[in-house]
């Protein structure tokens, strides 16, 4: 419920979590200077502890039901406006994210073991980027939106290229930032359409001053749609827009490609939620009736969903390198997220619920694929598939882990992915969207083909050297939780699915609550 | 009294030269300069909205967003720095380790 | 505790704490798999002993929920139709394990994933709900991956993917399909949206003249050509003859006996009595597949060499039999499709079984390089005679009751008649083959390079299990009350439903 009147004390908190993460990063910043060059493992640690207190904080707003705007006044003005928003649609985004933030930076820290370089930088950039993937999140406003994916981006452009002696390392970051730089001007010249067009940045507003404008300037949403998707597509790494995936997935540090595969797409699909979704469902709506001459928004993100799944599972195919593979991987799982963004605007509510869940478990899987490719591949020198042979007798039980990561990400039974893709694409069929969901189903196939390449080089493939893998026991704890959680959830999925259901109500709220 | 029109009009084909600039320029530094006139693009269509629809906010989004673009080309800056200093590379077409 | 979730249970069981158990000696798998596969069917026979003959109706069900979102539940129980099956897989997994010389290395990780294996076919059997159904579809393909991949023979892992993904784009279509059902019985019926088969056969049953009829027939033809692909149907098979003829030869016994059954049972248990118009509608197009399968396996076991591939083909053709069984929609033709499914489910493994100890002997699956194993080895290859017949339809052998109704069936089903006395030309070519095969392995003489090589015959161990699966095939054909007594009532039930 949106507060009548300010309350400052109570309105602060809604960005506790964020304050926590971004006041932590300062400490860490002052700490890393002082710290010698062997000890920047502690910032480390404490960059842990500083998303586990995130993390709590989250998780204790939950468990309170806090819940409502954070608002602000101009001086002189009337009326509230809303920038931050805490529903439990961003409170469960925001706890994805952290996780993964959290399993990142364990990674991290066993990253930079016996390497030199921008160790402590590495920490408090994620926890920097992370404020930001929490923003956009939160934001029920154009410019804190825009301001979050920023934060989120102008940091993993630095981390992606922090190698600074590797040259693909460089690479990776110049090429994701320049793609990323286009996509930022694309969304910010849509949301300048957004704006004109609702008169207000507010976008709890915005539906219903958009739907006061329908039929009249069809045209500009077109267009600022067209803007949006273009640059939100960049972000989520949908197909045509995901060119600098795989360049920038195998030129990136192991743990940044996995930061970018989790947070960074998480965040992105909570902002295309936010933005390209929930402003346009009065221009959805007006779809259906005969007058309409604009574009079938719908479709098109049924057919950005296609293209993904095909491209991003075809074009793995071809791969050889694993990180790579693992881009156009998750392109491909960005293609069936999509497929419940394209179901949202005829069956919002629960939609966005099986969305939540898909990309909770979407983390927990591809995070334990990369912790056991970080593993295979710093032990063998080699980024190749080939570097696996054999790895179910020399670590039967990583192997084990992996192979159940691998069967959650094509969506096998008694894993979580089955009902992540169950959950998505019954939407989809909800939604009158059969074919799609025909077609994702069928398309994911495909992926079998690739994943399934990892666990013939694990089990059917001999190895090279019989020696088991070194192993850390940080990077131990997270794949275990990972594998865990993924056929905890896969046997029960709705302890996952109880309270993301949940989610469409609060943000169906963010609909009708019109202060 | 000139309209909204050309005002829009004018962020319209900034946008099309930032972006036709962007996707064809080699040197990366020219890419950076064009992105920034995208973004310019879309600070015109702000300030334009918010002049002739009565709200304030879109003033205030372009003073937000004019700080990013600071932010980005420091970002950039170094980023494009730190791929020179390790290689002599002058065009986007040279770095070619990753299939681009 | 429900007596189908511990006979579901045991094999899982094993497999999960099999795990955790050192993997040093191939013997202990070995037992270790007999035991639980054992203690499998002592569940499955004392089901069949309080299973209730008269009823038709499901009996044992336990239903929990389980995604209430989607009215998911969790939900086993049993009928006349799934009881027979639920025994005929512990029985033929048994002999899988009490076959298991042929595995020579990493016992256990096969020991286990046949475990796995049986769990997701028993469990399979007793699914009363079209989600955990697939789930326990799919539960069957891991396992089939790694037997094959590992264990198999020839170009086995790229048959192992091969069989994964072809028959994964028919899993992907079927579980569509399902959503699809259980949304559009809810639209239409007002009802609120079930996946438990009984609750969404009686919602569709009132819904069914409100849907319309091009959707109903669209449903079960995904449906049904899903299902084909895991029988196989023509021209949804080109998958088996690689699997069949690569795969170790227990696990090609259980494929080739069990699994294909799954989707024989799928189009039995589920499309039919879901979308019961659009199955009288397209019965004609099931019966055409089903002639089509039956003369193109027998024709093309005539041509092949290899035993393997020659088992493949003529299995193919009894699952063309079956299908025309179902396609008739009748009472004599299921009865014939059911016995078919216990009757081939018997005997394809038996013949597996023996084919893999004649491979084991003359080293060769080649039908150019053997002959005259009568000499030598006269118990398995008298075995091989009898299971040949009962392949052939011989009476008093299973496949005699079993084709003869399945024939009988389809030609009193009037859309049909052409379409079986076409079908029946099969038995021709069928008894050419099958004489053929048993001919030139155990007649004539012996082989010259296998004149010096030392040929025994069949040990204890390698001789249980194709005896086991004889006995029953000739105990089904002399007394089929054994697996009609409880299929009637629930035939009935079936058939009161498809209004006929």
């Known amino acids: 419920m949106p507060p009548t009147l300010i309350d400052i004390t109570g309105q602060w908190q809604y960005l506790l979590a964020e304050m926590v993460l971004v006041g932590g990063g300062i400490v860490a910043m002052i700490v890393d200077l002082l710290l010698p060059r062997r000890n920047k493992s502690v910032v480390g640690y404490f960059s842990l502890a500083i998303v586990l207190a995130a993390i709590t904080v989250v998780a204790v707003q939950m468990g309170r039901h806090v819940g409502g705007y954070l608002q602000f006044q101009y001086v002189g003005a009337t009326g509230w406006k809303n920038t931050v928003v805490v529903d439990l649609f961003a409170q469960l985004m925001s706890l994805i994210m952290l996780v993964g933030a959290l399993f990142v930076l364990v990674m991290d820290v066993y990253d930079w073991r016996g390497r030199q370089g921008y160790e402590g930088e590495s920490y408090y950039l994620i926890l920097f980027a992370t404020t930001g993937a929490l923003l956009m999140a939160n934001s029920a406003d154009l410019i804190t939106l825009f301001i979050g994916m920023e934060l989120l981006s102008l940091p993993s452009y630095v981390l992606a290229g922090l190698h600074r002696q590797n040259v693909k390392s460089n690479e990776a970051g110049l090429k994701y930032f320049l793609y990323g730089g286009l996509a930022t001007a694309a969304i910010l010249y849509g949301m300048s359409f957004l704006y004109g067009l609702s008169g207000t940045t507010d976008l709890v507003a915005m539906p219903s001053a958009i739907a006061s404008q329908l039929p009249n300037e069809r045209l500009f949403f077109d267009i600022a749609f067209a803007f949006l998707l273009l640059g939100l597509g960049f972000k989520m790494a949908v197909v045509p827009f995901h060119m600098w995936a795989p360049d920038v997935y195998e030129g990136a540090p192991t743990p940044v490609t996995a930061y970018l595969s989790v947070v960074s797409k998480v965040a992105g699909f909570a902002m295309a939620t936010r933005v390209l979704i929930v402003p346009f469902l009065p221009v959805v709506a007006e779809s259906t009736t005969a007058a309409h001459t604009g574009l079938p928004l719908v479709t098109i993100l049924a057919i950005v969903a296609v293209l993904s799944m095909l491209g991003g599972n075809a074009a793995a195919l071809r791969q050889r390198n694993a990180k790579r593979l693992f881009a156009y991987s998750s392109i491909a799982q960005a293609g069936y997220v999509l497929v419940g963004l394209a179901a949202m605007p005829g069956q919002s509510a629960a939609t966005a619920g099986s969305m939540v869940f898909y990309l909770a478990v979407y983390a927990l899987m591809n995070v334990g694929a990369f912790v056991t490719i970080e593993w295979v591949t710093r032990a063998a020198g080699d980024e190749s598939l080939a570097a696996f042979a054999g790895l179910g007798r020399r670590s039967p039980w990583m192997a084990f882990a992996f192979t159940v990561c691998l069967l959650s990400l094509g969506g096998f039974p008694i894993t979580a992915g089955f009902w992540g893709k169950f959950f998505l694409f019954s939407f989809a069929v909800n939604a009158q969207l059969s074919w799609l969901a025909y077609a994702g189903m069928v398309l994911s196939v495909i992926s079998f083909v690739y994943y399934f390449r990892f666990i013939r080089q694990m089990y059917f493939v001999r190895p090279a050297t019989a020696e088991t893998l070194q192993v850390d026991a940080g990077n131990t704890v997270v794949l275990a939780l990972c594998t865990v959680g993924v056929l905890f959830f896969g046997i029960v999925p709705n302890v996952l699915m109880g309270p993301a259901q949940a989610v469409g109500a609060s943000f169906l709220s963010m609909l009708n609550a019109v202060p | ?100 | 505790m429900n007596l189908l979730l511990v006979a579901v249970g045991l094999p899982l069981l094993g497999a999960v704490a099999g795990a955790f158990l050192p993997s040093r000696s191939a013997a202990l798998w070995r037992w270790w798999g007999v035991g639980f596969s054992l203690a499998a069917l002592v569940a499955a026979v004392l089901v069949a002993v309080q299973f209730d003959m008269g009823q038709g109706s499901l009996q044992m069900r336990l239903s929990l929920p389980w995604v209430p979102l989607f009215g998911v539940t969790f939900g086993v129980g049993i009928n006349g139709i799934s009881l027979p099956l639920l025994l005929l897989s512990a029985v033929v997994f048994c002999a899988a394990f009490a076959s298991f010389g042929w595995i020579e290395e990493r016992q256990k990780e096969y020991a286990l994933w046949l475990l796995v294996m049986e769990c997701g076919l028993l469990g399979l059997f007793v699914a009363t709900d079209l989600i955990l159904f697939f789930v326990f579809f799919e539960v069957v393909l891991i396992p089939s991956y790694f037997l094959v991949g590992i264990f198999g023979r020839g170009n086995r892992e790229h048959t192992a993917i091969k069989f994964v993904t072809y028959t994964g784009v028919a899993s992907a279509v079927l579980l569509i399909s399902f959503v699809l059902l259980a949304f559009t019985a809810a639209r239409y019926g007002g009802g609120n949206l079930t996946t438990d088969i009984p609750a969404l056969t009686q919602a569709m049953g009132a819904a069914e003249a409100r849907i319309p009829a091009g959707l109903q027939t669209a449903l079960f033809l995904a449906m049904a050509l899903a299902f084909m692909v895991k029988m196989p149907i023509f021209p949804l098979h080109s998958w088996a003859p690689d699997v069949y003829r690569d795969a170790p030869i227990p696990v090609a016994a259980v494929l080739s006996g069990v699994m294909s059954k799954m989707g024989a049972y799928g189009i039995l248990r589920i499309a039919v009595p879901l979308l019961p118009a659009a199955a009288s509608q397209a019965s004609w197009l099931l019966g055409l597949l089903g002639v089509i399968s039956i003369l193109y396996g027998a024709i093309a076991a005539l041509g092949q060499k290899d035993l393997r591939l020659l088992l493949a083909y003529s299995s193919m053709s009894h699952m063309g039999v079956l299908l025309l069984g179902i396609a008739s929609l009748n009472t004599v033709g299921l009865q014939g499709a059911v016995f078919q499914m216990v009757s081939h489910g018997l005997i394809i493994p038996g013949l597996f079984f023996v084919v893999g100890l004649i491979g084991l002997r003359a080293q060769s699956y080649d039908l150019q390089e053997l002959g005259g194993l009568w000499q030598r080895s006269p118990r398995l290859m008298g075995v091989f005679l009898v299971l040949g017949l009962a392949a052939l339809g011989l009476p008093l052998t299973s496949g005699f009751i079993a084709e003869f109704q399945a024939f009988a069936g389809a030609f009193r089903a009037s859309q049909l008649q052409v379409l079986s006395f076409i079908g029946v030309l099969g038995f021709i070519f069928s008894a050419s083959y099958i004489l053929w095969m048993v001919e030139r392995t155990a007649y004539g003489p012996l082989p010259p390079r296998l004149e010096q090589a030392s040929i025994r015959d069949v040990t204890a161990m390698e001789w249980v299990s194709p005896l086991v699966l004889v006995l029953l095939v000739v105990a089904v054909g002399v007394f089929p009350a054994l697996v009609g007594t409880p299929l009637t009532p629930s035939l009935g039930e079936l058939l009161r439903g498809l209004g006929g």
């Open chain 2, 1 to 100: 009294m000139i309209g909204l029109g050309p005002y829009v009009a004018l962020g319209a084909v900034l946008f099309a030269i930032g972006a036709y600039g962007a996707l064809t320029r080699h040197n990366p530094i020219a890419v950076l300069m064009c992105i920034e006139m995208m973004l310019n693009a879309a600070n015109i269509n702000f300030v334009a909205f918010s002049s002739f629809g009565g709200s304030i906010d879109g003033q205030i989004f372009v003073i937000f967003s004019l700080v990013v673009a600071a932010c980005e080309a420091a970002t950039g800056l170094a980023l494009v720095l730190g791929v020179y200093r390790n290689r002599d590379i002058q065009e986007i077409g040279d770095m070619h380790l990753l299939k681009w």
